[in-house]
């Protein structure tokens, strides 16, 4: 008698919630290096407003400090920024894969674009909120209905996150090309506004992970059937 081929295992849920706690916990370090961020631009502003105004002897040696300061946490900020990165698209295609399991007919591209569409330039602009957005539908009670909670919180984070980046780059720039007092005076505003940016940015990004994750939660909690792994 011919054996008849098992069929091949489909996809399983599997938790996000440890991930989704790792991936706040690490924007919180982000915010962090924003705030340790903006004290040094407020330190390294306050010594150029001493030399533009000329009122008080200016040590160079706190200039030095400030300046060192402003590289220090630039640092502590990009490796803050690479392991939350890392950690969030984890995530991110965990809760893919998810959306697999509960209204697979709701996911317009396959589980590895959740990876891969965020190294792809200007396109990582776009496609990892399309995905974002089916895996929201796919969260919902009933994923073929017309309305998709926190598509607004969605849409709120994506639009800050790409305003910060933008303005980030814009602000590094300035301060790098910045020449004189009054240069490197003003260069500091756009440091701390871009800091203030990327802070609302991390607090919008929370909210999505968690609300995200609570929805896949609850709903694999209330669904019967539902291949876990």
Avoid: C
């Amino acid at each position: 008698m011919p054996m008849t081929p098992m069929p091949a295992p489909g996809p399983v849920l599997r938790s996000p919630v440890g991930l989704s706690h790792a991936v706040t916990v690490l924007l919180g370090l982000v915010m962090l290096a924003d705030v340790l961020n903006m004290a040094a631009a407020f330190f390294m502003r306050s010594q150029m407003d001493r030399i533009t105004s000329g009122v008080g002897d200016v040590d160079l040696t706190d200039v030095d400090r400030a300046d060192s300061a402003v590289a220090g946490t630039s640092v502590f900020y990009l490796l803050a920024l690479l392991a939350t990165a890392t950690v969030f698209i984890i995530w991110f295609h965990r809760v893919r894969k998810n959306a697999e399991v509960f209204a697979p007919e709701t996911q317009r591209r396959s589980a590895g674009w959740a990876i891969g569409a965020w190294f792809i330039p200007f396109a990582n602009l776009w496609i990892p909120r399309g995905i974002a957005l089916d895996v929201l539908r796919a969260g919902e009670p009933d994923p073929y209905g017309g309305t998709v909670r926190h598509q607004g919180l969605l849409n709120a984070w994506w639009g800050v996150w790409i305003a910060s980046n933008v303005f980030d780059r814009l602000a590094t720039r300035r301060y790098d090309d910045a020449e004189s007092p009054q240069a490197v005076h003003d260069a500091t505003g756009w440091l701390i506004t871009g800091s203030l940016l990327d802070i609302v940015a991390a607090v919008l990004a929370v909210l999505f992970v968690r609300r995200l994750t609570a929805a896949q939660n609850a709903k694999a909690l209330a669904g019967p059937g539902l291949p876990v792994g």
